[in-house]
């Protein structure tokens, strides 16, 4: 069982950088591949990036990348995404994920998780 708590999130104006992180309970946190997510309201849950296991492979979606940056430090049991350049249409409830090995980045990208964070409001003003 692994729980994810998140935070970081907050209010920000466009152009802005916030960094979001997700401690990770349980001693098995290396071996998952963690990824983030982010549901708008009146909008569907979608992906922003995953990171693999060891943390030398990421996985993004169109609309952040080269924007948002995902590391992990496995030694604290913590993932982080660096958002910078935020723009309106970031403003979301961001969700931190967990997949458990074999799982690619693919498949997290496609919503394939073990576990969820309860989410973190990210609110971006123009």
């Known amino acids: 069982q692994v729980q994810l708590v998140e935070s970081g999130g907050g209010s920000v104006q466009a152009g802005g950088s916030l960094r979001l992180s997700c401690a990770a309970s349980?001693?098995?946190?290396?071996?998952?591949?963690m990824g983030w997510f982010r549901q708008a309201p009146g909008k569907e849950r979608e992906f922003v990036g995953a990171i693999n296991w060891v943390g030398g492979s990421t996985y993004w979606a169109d609309s952040v990348k080269g924007r948002f940056t995902i590391s992990r430090d496995n030694a604290k049991n913590t993932v982080y995404l660096q958002m910078n350049s935020l723009k309106p249409d970031d403003t979301a409830v961001y969700y931190c994920a967990a997949a458990g090995r074999p799982r690619t980045l693919v498949a997290v990208a496609g919503g394939t998780v073990d576990y969820w964070g309860q989410g973190t409001q990210v609110t971006v003003s123009s």
């Open positions: 349980g001693r098995t946190f290396s071996s998952y591949t």
